[in-house]
């Protein structure tokens, strides 16, 4: 049979093969076949050849999906060559640090204890990028500027489920955080073994005020639960004695980051009230949030983002951004108890007793 002149007479074959080499031959083949198959009249050809396809991603469906790459990467590529050959090595995690300038020799530290394993993103709040050229790891990073903003600014606009779907794990950190005691690999052993979505490190009792489930202990690798303090937790199984981690150093499966990623809310940068809502994105949340441990760090408190603020009104700079941290908290909290009451009546449920509180 004579593929050329059977179903595609006007095409030279040859020509598609070199320009769409990157599809298969059975992708190849079932084009062809489905054109033949939708073959008709001279007088419809020209609806029949039209590609709609539902099941592709929405705004995609003229595409034919052998076609369509709905996810990608932050990889990074040549310009020559075969695509095929340009990773050496495909990173399957993923870490990204908002950072200023002023914290380079923290971030170089913290930046050491991930394995080549993971891409690294470096979110700049300040503008400063070439400066950090003076380390040989930043020429392999990814710098993103955009002046005096948040974590979880970027994270909104960056770190789309579609472009991080390649990385198993997530870190989303801060800048002032304490690494020695703390390594990425071993980190990510213990999350695998005690089956953790959401997941940080244990922070050292001493490095300021935390909350007591997620200071270190010493007689486990990993704990999701502890004691608050007399009337603070209603439930045991809710935060913040279980099922809660801070939003400092938090680490997601690539499955919890993609139901995160639509709960963060666009206009609300800080995420104050977050970690008191990560558990409605896993099942049974107090079973699959944990604080790891054996793998822990220290949290410096440096107020280096708080003084990216403007003073006004007789207060310091830090003083309105500290301001808008509480006011979003309770925005979030607003937000997502009108949401769940407007879920739960629309489907004829009494809603539970359990909202976000703080």
């Known amino acids: 049979m004579n593929l050329k002149s059977s179903i595609l007479p006007s095409i030279d074959l040859t020509y598609i093969e070199d320009k769409y080499s990157g599809l298969s031959t059975q992708a190849l083949l079932n084009v062809w076949s489905s054109l033949k198959r939708n073959r008709g009249t001279k007088n419809d050809v020209h609806n029949s050849t039209k590609i709609w396809v539902p099941t592709n991603p929405r705004g995609a469906e003229r595409l034919p999906p052998g076609v369509v790459e709905s996810k990608s990467d932050f990889y990074l590529r040549r310009l020559w060559g075969l695509p095929s050959e340009d990773l050496v090595i495909q990173p399957k995690y993923l870490v990204t640090f908002t950072v200023g300038y002023d914290q380079k020799n923290n971030i170089d530290a913290a930046v050491k204890k991930f394995s080549e394993n993971f891409t690294i993103v470096l979110f700049h709040y300040d503008g400063q990028t070439s400066e950090w050229e003076e380390f040989e790891w930043s020429k392999r990073a990814i710098h993103i500027s955009v002046l005096k903003q948040t974590k979880w600014w970027y994270a909104k606009r960056f770190l789309h489920p579609d472009i991080v779907a390649r990385y198993d794990y997530i870190f989303i950190w801060d800048e002032d955080l304490g690494v020695e005691h703390f390594d990425a690999e071993e980190y990510l052993k213990l999350v695998r073994k005690h089956d953790l979505d959401i997941s940080q490190p244990g922070l050292e009792p001493n490095s300021g005020f935390t909350w007591q489930m997620t200071r270190k202990r010493d007689d486990t690798e990993v704990h999701k639960e502890t004691e608050e303090r007399p009337g603070w937790c209603e439930d045991p199984h809710l ?8 939003i400092m150093a938090p680490v997601f499966s690539r499955a919890a980051w993609r139901c995160v990623w639509h709960m963060i809310q666009n206009d609300l940068v800080h995420g104050w009230g977050l970690d008191f809502a990560l558990r409605k994105c896993v099942d049974p949340a107090h079973e699959k949030i944990g604080v790891v441990d054996e793998q822990w760090i ?28 509480r006011s979003e908290w309770t925005m979030f909290q607003e937000r ?11 489907m004829g449920i009494d809603p539970p007793n359990a909202t976000i509180r703080h």
């Open 239 to 246: 935060p913040p004695c279980a099922a809660f981690v801070e």
């Open 298 to 325: 220290v949290h410096q408190t440096v107020p280096s983002l708080g003084n990216q603020g403007k003073a006004e009104n007789g207060k310091a700079a830090w003083e309105g951004v500290r301001e808008r941290c």
């Open 336 to 346: 997502m108890n009108t949401a769940e009451k407007v879920y739960f009546e629309a």
